[in-house]
């Protein structure tokens, strides 16, 4: 993490002055419904390549582009497959991102090399303000170190990346609280590469069918933030089948839990959604890890919500970040 601490801005007053930061090759972390975003012009390999130094993330793994209108995809990929468009179409602004063919004006950079392209137009006013006032497509991924919890407030920016991002719009804590569903929609049927906050359910429904959900990779990803291993605290995380008593072994322990708190002792406890509420168990995920992982605890145990709905972007999330665990230490 670099020392010393970004310029933190208004997200309602800071607009111009951040978007000079992105038209002069620097880095800005942004809000949007999903996660913060650590911005680059996307455009500028130069500054791509910053991303990748900031968040000190393998080039293997590539970013997506952030437009400020669903109008600009036209513009700048030229003949938009049908099926893409009408995606486009029906859930843009929103937390779908699309793979098309990558433009030339995009360098491969960007793209990890790979002759595709992940784009889309976030929800979230203060982020299409500022890319709009750029005047750049913004090549976005989380504003986090490589591989670590994502964030979904600026002080969890501001705390893993310091001065390594030049400016920080401060939205406050993001709606949705994990990353874009991320959908391959050039073929005869949609892929999703990625589950996210756009729930597979109302994919289906747009399509009138059933979509193929493809599961995370260990070699070259072909979508970001599709690693089998993920998304993890510093803390060890272990997913466990539910609320469990405490071993009594001495060990400081976090528990997440989704909806009630386990009659055991723990070191620290965060509740997902006392309602049960999907939704909000996914906007207060990656909230929750942040405060566990700052608990000062040894080991974290996280029970897996119900796998319907958004659940099964959050039990995504939580796999990924398991399959860091080492029970050896």
Known sequence: MSTGSPRVLPADSGIAEAAAVLRTGGLVAFPTETVYGLGANAL??????????????????????HLADPAELAKLVGDVPPAVAALADRFWPGALTLIVDRPAAIPPIVTSGLATMAVRVPDNEAARALIAAAGVPVAAPSAN?????????????????????????????????????????????????????????????????????????????????????????????????????????????????????????????????????LTEAAARLFDGLHRLDAAGVDEILVEPVPEVGVGRAVNDRLRRAAATFDPAG
């Open 145 to 277: 170190r490589f591989g670590q919890l994502s964030p979904t407030r600026a002080e969890h920016v501001v705390r893993g990346l310091g001065a390594a991002v030049d400016v920080v719009l401060d939205g406050g804590p993001t709606r949705c609280g994990i990353e874009s569903t991320i959908v391959d929609a050039r073929g005869a049927r949609p892929v999703v590469l990625r589950l996210g906050a756009l729930p597979v359910e109302e994919l289906e429904d747009a399509v009138g069918g059933p979509v193929t959900v493809r599961p995370g990779s260990s070699g070259q990803p072909v979508a970001p933030g599709t690693l089998a291993a993920h998304y993890a605290p510093r803390t060890p995380l272990r997913l466990v089948a539910g609320a469990q008593p405490s071993p009594g072994d001495g060990v400081r322990r976090g528990f997440l839990a989704f909806r009630e708190r386990p009659a055991a002792e723990y070191a620290a406890v965060e509740v997902l959604s006392a309602a049960g509420d």
């Open 44 to 65: 500028d390999a130069r500054a791509a390549a910053r991303i990748f130094e900031a968040k000190a993330r393998p080039s293997f793994d590539p970013l997506i582009t």
